[in-house]
C-alpha cells in the first residue's frame, strides 16, 4: 500500500509539473456586480514554473446574457488592455511574482442587469500541449441580497427556507445545474403576488438570498422557483 501511494505522489506531482505553467483564478468563483457597474473586473494570476516564457491566452468559450452580448468582454494582461473581439493575446511571463502575473477579465455591462461566464486557456506557445483553462463568472442581479454559495450544482433544488417560521427575516437556498433564467416569487394564501425576490437569468451554481417580511402581515406564504421547466413550490410562516 505504501508503495502505491508513494507512486501515485510521484505521479500526481509529474502532471502538475507537465503542465509547465500555473493559472490560477485569484477573485471569487463569481463576482457579483451591480446595475451601477459598466465593467466588471475578474481577476487570475498566471506564470510559467520557471524561468521565462511565452505564454498564450485564448478565449474559448463566451456565454453572455443578451443585454451584454453587444458589449461582450475584454482581455487585460501587463502589456494592454484589448478590445472584445480579440481572443488571443500572447505575453512574456516570469516565474518571479511580480505585477506582471495578473491578467484580468472584463465583463462589459454596462448598467444593465445580466450574467457572464468566459472560459480561457493560458498555454505555453512554445508547446500548446502544455495548457490550463480557468473559468471566470460575473452576475450583475435585479435584486439585493443575494449570494453565491457555489458555482456549481447537480440538480435544480428550492430550498426549505430557515429560519421557519421567522419574523421578520428568513433566507431562501436554491440551487442551478445550468445557465437558466429564473422566477422566484413568494404568493399569500390567495395566490396573490406580494413580492418578486429574482427575475433574472443566473449562471450554474448554488445561491442565497435574503426575504424580509417587512410590511406584510403575520401568515402563511408561498414561495415559488421556476427555472425553465422546473417548478418547485415551499410554504413558509411569518410570525409577528
Known sequence: MRKIFILLTLFLSLQTFSQGLTFIRI????????????EIPVKAVLNPLSGTAQIRLIRVIEELSPSWDSFGTGICNYVACYPPEVDTVVASYSASTSSDDTVTIYFYCYYTEGAGYVRMRAELVSNPSQFVEVDFRAVTPAYIGITPISNTASEFRLNQNY??????????????PVREFISLKVYDMLGREVRTLVSSELPEGQYEIDF????????????????????????MTLVK
Not at 429560519?163 to 442551478?176: G, W
Open 163 to 176: 429560519p421557519n417560521p421567522f419574523n421578520p427575516n428568513t433566507k431562501i437556498s436554491f440551487s442551478l
Open 212 to 235: 424580509n417580511g417587512e410590511g406584510l402581515s403575520s401568515g402563511i406564504y408561498y414561495y415559488s422557483l421556476r427555472a425553465g421547466e422546473f417548478v418547485s413550490v415551499r410554504k
Open 27 to 38: 477573485s471569487p468563483s463569481i463576482v457579483v456586480g451591480n446595475t451601477s457597474m459598466y
